[in-house]
């Protein structure tokens, strides 16, 4: 279910963003305005961008095989890095090009009565796409029991990557209305190409936004503290565990984790069945309490044996 509504979302914004561009592209052509261009020039890097997107969701579900033991989930990042990158190359730097040839070699405004409707609409179809991500986000957060913020930080990258893009299309056509009218009105057109490298600089910022979420998820992210904090005293509680010595944790998607675990067993649970009882016991457990943990390893080991319980975070106040 949720990965069907990640590829509706992924899907209306590709659709809207397509048929923005074409208009931003007419009415860019014909008014001569270098902010509308540069915001054309965002809605065709945001289009192509759908494109990863969609192949990063499709990619990821592929089953896990022998060369890939855990699965495809991080090629969602992979794919959401480029989408990144398109932003930047695409978006960002045809944007600040045009705007300082425009500065420096100003030509003037013409049909303005297509400017205005075409940034009208294109709020209209932006603003839809941005709050249907933006519920699914907020819908996702509530169900996890945390702050959209936080939850923002693990989400799917695709719905994460569109509500990013769309909150920067929305800006940017505000700016480009202003950079518009202030040409019009002051008869200035250096606040167009201004218009234009404002909105270039915004999408740096939010190329470079997702960029860094996306290496940090390859590079390999554990799990927030407080969720390891919990998920150490559900093991620890557990009868036969005396203490949880070591709890390392991966995210290899935002529905899927793995955890190793070492543990310190009480002089009970000795035998090889009573351990792998034990195991299971506590699989069933975990995965019932964080659904989102696919891979759990226990590793029994002394805790006189053990000399690096001080590399997770979640132990340290």
């Known amino acids: 279910m949720a990965d069907e509504e990640s590829d509706a979302t992924v899907l209306v914004a590709g659709t ?37 997107l969609l192949a990063a969701l499709h990619r990821s579900r592929k089953p896990a095989d022998a060369r890939h033991p855990f699965g495809y989930g991080m090629e969602r990042y992979f794919w959401s890095l480029l989408a990144a990158v398109g932003i930047l190359v695409l978006g960002a730097g045809f ?39 933006v519920l699914q986000l907020r819908r996702e957060a509530r169900e996890a029991g945390v702050p959209i913020l936080t939850h923002v930080r693990s989400a799917e990258p695709a719905v994460k990557t569109v509500a990013f893009e769309d909150s920067a299309a929305l800006i940017g056509l505000l700016i480009a209305a202003a950079g518009v009218t202030l040409a019009v009105v002051t008869g200035h057109h250096i606040w167009d190409g201004a218009a234009s490298i404002a909105i270039g600089l915004l999408l740096i910022v939010v190329a470079f936004t ?39 944790t991966l995210q290899l998607a935002p529905d899927q984790v793995l955890v190793v675990a070492a543990v310190d067993l009480d002089d009970s649970e000795t035998t090889g069945a009573a351990v792998e009882q034990l195991a299971e016991k506590i699989d069933a457990q975990v ?17 006189d044996a053990h000399v690096s319980a001080d590399r997770d975070p979640s132990s340290r106040r």
């Open 16 to 52: 809207a963003n397509l048929a923005i561009a074409i208009a931003k592209i007419v009415a860019g052509l014909l008014s001569g305005s270098t902010a509308l261009l540069a915001e054309a020039a965002h809605s065709v890097a945001d289009t192509l961008n759908q494109v990863f």
């Open 95 to 133: 944007s600040i090009t045009e705007g300082l040839r425009s500065i420096f070699a100003p030509s003037p405004i013409a049909a303005l009565a297509v400017i205005y409707p075409v940034l009208a609409i294109s709020f209209v179809f932006e603003g839809s796409s941005w709050l249907r991500a």
């Open 210 to 248: 997702l960029g860094r979420d996306n290496m940090t998820m390859l590079i390999g992210r554990a799990l927030p503290a407080d969720t390891q904090r919990e998920l150490r005293e559900l093991i620890t509680r557990t009868p036969g565990i005396d203490e949880v010595l070591d709890l390392l």
């Open 287 to 303: 995965r019932e309490a964080f659904p989102m943990v696919r891979h759990l390893y226990l590793d029994p080991t002394p805790a």
